[in-house]
């Protein structure tokens, strides 16, 4: 195992995972990374959730229900170089969505520095960060980020862009700010 980095510097490996169906997830992943550099990687999975949004709900839900792992089609190659792990992805049924419980249990994060980021469409994080922390038991979790999003239910699809944008891209400036082990990466 590596040592755990004291001092996040140039020299270590980003990561940036997350998991978007309308883009608002991978906005705040895109900000990310214009702050901090690494490599971002979005999560497919081998079969793809339904268009339709209740459908995906009824199959979130029953996947939630039975803790089936929907494989990913995604794969990150030498995951042991990166030393920093930022994973987002929306709030799903109040919890963290299936395929991140996938990418949390095929990978091992043992060691590692590992950044939650969340968007939601309202009802905010729900056990998600709860089950990071659970799921990366070896890792050094840090304080995530959330917002709101959008609100597929409510046919609000996209909605961190123009001055939503603008606003996230301040409160993410801000949150990687105060997290003591960044300061030194921030652009
Ligand atoms: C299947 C599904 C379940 C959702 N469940 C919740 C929820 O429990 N609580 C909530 O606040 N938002 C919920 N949402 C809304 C999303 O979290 C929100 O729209 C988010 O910004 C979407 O991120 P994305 O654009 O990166 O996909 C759900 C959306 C979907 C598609």
Not at 28 to 55: D, F, H, M
Not at 163 to 179: D, F, M, P, Q, T
């Amino acid at each position: 195992m590596r040592p755990e980095p004291e001092v996040i510097s140039s020299s270590n490996k980003i990561l940036i995972v997350y998991l978007s169906r309308t883009n608002n997830t991978k906005t705040i992943a895109e900000i990310i990374q214009s702050n901090v550099g690494g490599t971002l990687v979005a999560l497919e999975l081998q079969k793809p959730y339904p268009e339709n949004y209740q459908a995906t709900v009824r199959q979130v839900a029953e996947e939630n229900g039975s803790g089936y792992l929907p494989p990913l089609k995604t794969r990150i190659d030498s995951i042991q170089n990166y030393d920093v792990v930022f994973v987002g992805f929306p709030t799903w049924g109040m919890q963290l969505p299936p395929p991140m419980k996938s990418f949390l249990k095929q990978y091992d994060l043992s060691g590692k520095i590992v950044i939650p980021f969340n968007t939601n469409g309202g009802y905010g994080i729900g056990s998600s960060f709860q089950t990071v922390k659970e799921l990366c038991t070896n890792s050094n979790v840090l304080e995530g980020f959330t917002m709101r999003g959008g609100s597929e239910r409510d046919g609000v699809l996209l909605a961190i862009k123009d001055e939503k944008k603008r606003e996230a891209e301040g409160k993410v400036k801000e949150w990687l700010r105060s997290i003591n082990e960044l300061k030194r990466l921030i652009k």
